[in-house]
């Protein structure tokens, strides 16, 4: 398999352009941060060391104001005050969940809106970031899919998502202490709005930065990227980013596939499983997580539990069984509790894990499958949603 041609979606980034006046540090690799700087008058030499102390202001310590890196000369911080800005997503709604779920409508350039959620669990607390606004998948059982595909997020506006729910959660240090305290925003999951391999490079760049030591300081294993299974392009994830990987499989025969999850038209499950087979590395750390949404009388059979053990065997994996999330006009329900307690006893008994997610935050539209900007939403009647889910009237 080939890594050589990126097949990322032919839909633009927007901005297309470097727009009139500052630009916005937040995104910038390293090497596009210290490119910008020189191009502004930093000289070479000087270049690389300033970089790393913009950077540490920006991403360790969550700083916004040039005037407060005081390890910068004065001219200096006014020169990049005329010349830059640290803008993250802007907050346009919140809410929270019954269970402490929260729930953030965030707006970005071209007045855009994508939605990010924090879910807290005891001693850990995972962010689920969107990467496109919409999504171009369609998958039958997604709400998110209803919304139909805008553009893909820039880097900076990824990366700003984790920036902006640990400006809510108050998380950031104060500059120069260290602290022992458990993080409340300890891993990252590409599950929101979106497909992530579809953007490859905006993600793999935001990524990044949330795993530079100088900064963020997130270990790769405690970032998740999902995909729906854009195969050429999980084996540049495994070599230029090197997360963990979970993939949405949903069913276990190619014909029920192709309607839940679309794109195994383009790729079907042999072929997938065949890029997922080269994915890990061997160790338990490196499992690939299968998600199995569970749809009554769709996919939740014994048979399709004995079905599934046979297909992902040879792979270092575990599956997440997934009670469908249902949304107004959803053309499924969710599998009964004691079936998808037998599934689950199936594959475990197989020797793999096989925990059921916890659906949270569901009082706020906020659980797997249910992101979808409140805007689009709102425009849209209950009609109108169950028309796009494939329902007759």
């Known amino acids: 398999m080939s890594a050589s041609a990126p097949i990322t979606q032919d839909v633009h980034t927007i901005p297309r352009k470097l727009p009139e006046g500052p630009q916005n540090l937040i995104g910038m690799t390293r090497e596009h941060m210290r490119n910008a700087l020189i191009e502004v008058g930093t000289p070479e030499k000087q270049a690389k060391m300033r970089v790393g102390q913009i950077w540490q202001w920006i991403y360790q310590w969550g700083v916004r104001d040039f005037d407060a890196m005081t390890n910068l000369s004065k001219a200096f911080r006014a020169d990049l005050g005329a010349r830059f800005v640290i803008e993250v997503p802007e907050v346009v709604s919140k809410q929270v969940s019954k269970d402490g779920t929260r729930k953030w409508l965030v707006r970005i350039a071209g007045g855009h809106e994508v939605e990010v959620v924090y879910i807290p669990e005891e001693g850990r607390g995972t962010l689920c970031v969107s990467s496109q606004v919409g999504c171009t998948l369609t998958c039958s059982f997604c709400h998110t899919g209803t919304q139909k595909l805008v553009r893909n997020l820039t880097a900076a506006e990824i990366i700003g998502q984790v920036m902006m729910a640990r400006d809510d959660l108050e998380e950031w240090p104060v500059p120069g202490a260290r602290t022992g305290q458990p ?188 992101l979808k900007s409140a805007t689009e939403r709102a425009r849209k009647s209950r009609k109108q949603i169950a028309a796009e889910a494939g329902l007759s009237g």
Request: proline share 5%; hydrophobic share 35%.
């Open 183 to 370: 993080r409340l925003l300890s891993n990252i999951v590409l599950m929101g709005m979106g497909e992530p391999l579809y953007n490859f490079e905006n993600v793999r760049d935001a990524m990044k930065i949330a795993m530079d030591e100088e900064g963020i300081q997130l270990s790769r294993r405690r970032i998740t990227l999902s995909t729906s299974g854009v195969v050429p392009e999980i084996e540049r994830t495994a070599n230029e980013i090197g997360c963990q990987l979970a993939v949405s499989f949903h069913a276990t025969t190619d014909e029920v596939r192709d309607t839940l999850v679309p794109i195994n038209k383009r790729w079907n499950i042999e072929t997938l499983l065949e890029a997922l087979k080269v994915y890990p590395r061997g160790r338990n750390s490196e499992r690939i997580t299968f998600e199995y949404v569970m749809l009554d009388g769709v996919n939740d059979s014994d048979e399709d539990a004995y079905r599934l053990v046979e297909l992902i065997k040879g792979i270092p994996a575990k599956i997440n069984l997934i009670p469908f999330n249902e949304w107004p006009g959803a053309p499924y329900k969710r599998s009964s509790n004691n079936r998808i307690r037998r599934f689950g006893d199936i594959v475990n008994n197989a020797g793999y894990s096989s925990p059921v997610r916890k659906p949270r935050g569901e009082d706020i539209m906020a659980a797997c499958g249910q």
